[in-house]
């Protein structure tokens, strides 16, 4: 089994010098670093990780806790964070949460317990305060989240500012009965864009009604069952904002089942931009989300957070949605923009 020694006979350099390489020391040189790569690979030598962490007090870990890895969003944003880390020198962890405070907890816990280096988290549970008491061992950098009273860096979309473009285009469309999807979780982000979606409405005297808001209404089954409710209504919307495109999907199968022209009887938008979007007829009109830069920008920050050990400081990076125009809520012949 090749030793350390062996790779710096063979890269005709000292001991000392590979091992700053292998530690990532910053004051050795590209050249240095390339020849102890070389001797390395030639020698098939793997250095002890756990040995380097003991010495550096770092892991080279970072734990990304998630909600549901099969939703569309997350699973792109985690292969960007992924490709991020490992361009930087660092795994992943992927810690599914289920929306579960406990869970939430023990997987925080692995900073606490020194496995992790730092967490990097797209949702959270827990009240606020309960989550900050973590800070004391480890950055912790929000992404996709936004919360007023934390200390921390937030990479996040503009909720308020995407709710209110929503209703804006189909304003602009000419309707003014509109309904409103919602995937039922709990958060400043949700309830900033419905304040956005709804203060596009109140600009011109229009309100949402309480019966055309939907809760909890997250899969394609959820989407056929909104528009069984909207079949039984007296007064139907003409445009729905389905906060999915999942449950766009399953409201345009029922709606051409129920041979509803679309998007002459009702439009529909989207969100996520997922393929599925792409290859409804119609095609739908959906939220486009900046997930490779929110996702660079998370990583960047945490990659800093990190080496600079300053875990609290108030850093908001907020990043805006735009709306990829289809044909569930423009005909082709108008259609101006797509994606």
Same mark, same amino acid.
């Given at each position: 089994m090749s030793t350390i020694e062996d790779v710096a006979k063979l890269a005709g350099l000292s001991r000392t010098t590979v091992s700053r390489v292998l530690n990532d020391h910053p004051y050795v040189s590209d050249e240095k670093k390339k020849l102890v790569q070389q001797a390395m690979e030639q020698l098939g030598f793997v250095p002890n990780s756990a040995a380097r962490s003991l010495r550096n007090q770092k892991t080279g870990i970072i734990a990304v806790l998630i909600p549901k890895i099969s939703t569309s969003f997350f699973s792109q944003l985690l292969d960007v964070l992924e490709m991020k880390a490992s361009d930087k020198g660092y795994q992943l962890i992927i810690c599914q949460t289920q929306y579960s405070k406990q869970k939430e907890k023990n997987y925080l816990n692995l900073l606490k317990t020194r496995q992790v280096d730092g967490v990097i988290m797209t949702s959270f549970e827990n009240e606020w305060s309960v989550i900050d008491s973590y800070l004391q061992y480890g950055p912790i950098v929000l992404c996709n989240e936004y919360v007023e009273?934390?200390? #921390?860096?937030?990479? +996040?979309? *503009?909720?308020?500012?995407?709710? +209110?473009? #929503?209703?804006k285009h189909l304003l602009e469309r000419g309707h003014t009965q509109m309904? +409103?999807?919602? *995937?039922?979780?709990?958060?400043?982000?949700?309830?900033?864009? #419905?304040?956005?979606?709804?203060?596009?409405l109140s600009e011109v005297g229009l309100y949402l009604h309480e019966k055309l808001y939907f809760e909890k209404a997250s899969t394609y089954e959820?989407?056929? *069952?909104?528009?069984?409710?909207?079949?039984?209504?007296?007064?139907? /919307?003409?445009? #729905?904002?389905?906060g999915s495109d999942l449950v766009a999907a399953g409201i345009i199968s029922e709606a051409r089942t129920a041979d509803w022209r679309l998007p002459g009887d009702l439009a529909v938008v989207g969100y996520d931009n997922m393929e599925i979007a792409k290859l409804l007829? /119609?095609?739908?009109?959906?939220?486009?989300?900046?997930?490779?830069?929110?996702?660079?920008?998370?990583?960047?920050?945490?990659y800093e957070k990190i080496h600079n050990k300053h875990y609290r400081s108030l850093e908001k990076h907020e990043f805006l949605s735009k709306l990829a125009l289809r044909e569930s809520t423009i005909y082709r012949r108008n259609l101006v923009a797509t994606s």
């Open positions: 009273d934390a200390h #921390i860096p937030m990479v +996040y979309i *503009n909720q308020a500012k995407t709710g +209110y473009m #929503i209703a309904a +409103y999807c919602s *995937n039922g979780i709990v958060s400043e982000g949700m309830a900033a864009r #419905i304040h956005g979606f709804k203060s596009a959820d989407g056929k *069952n909104v528009f069984a409710q909207i079949l039984k209504m007296q007064v139907k /919307p003409t445009a #729905i904002f389905t007829e /119609p095609m739908v009109t959906t939220v486009v989300l900046p997930v490779e830069e929110m996702a660079t920008k998370a990583m960047d920050v945490m």
